[in-house]
């Protein structure tokens, strides 16, 4: 098996929409990226690039491309998914936190974990997401910016686990 980790940071600002792990959140601020700046599925895509030795999103999405204004985080995640697979690999399982300090997440959690299920072709218990505040300290505590982590475990493709 193979283990990655991610992690990500984007800034909060005004007019912009909050997409956590492909959730559109209602709230006042937004996330500020070049795509559409989800950064659980970020930290989840460099995870999974990072326990394959594959680089990372920079790499393959590169922000100064025009192709990827505005993107899907969550259609790039299925591109690393064929990536990962075409280098023989399969995710066995994926665990990501969230740290941001407002709106409250759980409430969007069972969706997100949908959204990675339908995406990734894994089954939902397979799929773990978490949220927390920093207890009002620091960047996210400030509500200047959502930060994430993704850790992942990658397991060979079996016989038989063919193109499909
Ligand atoms: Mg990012």
Redesign the pocket.
């Known amino acids: 098996m193979r283990i990655g980790h991610g992690y990500?940071?984007?800034r909060l600002v005004p007019g912009r929409k909050l997409i956590l792990g492909g959730v559109d959140i209602p709230h006042h601020l937004g996330l500020l990226?070049h795509?559409d700046?989800?950064?659980v599925t970020?930290?989840l895509m460099?995870a999974l690039l990072g326990a394959a030795a594959l680089g990372d999103?920079g790499v393959h999405f590169p922000?100064q491309d025009p192709a990827y204004a505005g993107a899907s985080?969550l259609s790039l995640l299925g591109r690393v998914v064929e990536l990962l697979r075409q280098a023989g690999w399969q995710v066995g399982n994926i665990d990501l936190t969230i740290l941001a300090q407002q709106p409250k997440l759980r409430p969007h959690i069972p969706q997100m974990r949908q959204n990675y299920a339908r995406v990734m072709g894994l089954p939902v218990d397979c799929i773990s997401v978490k949220a927390t505040t920093e207890e009002g300290l620091g960047f996210t505590g400030r509500e200047q910016g959502i930060a994430a982590h993704g850790v992942v475990l990658l397991q060979p493709l079996g016989p038989g686990a063919g193109p499909g």
């Open positions: 990500d940071v984007h990226g795509s700046a989800d950064v970020h930290a460099d999103i922000d985080s």
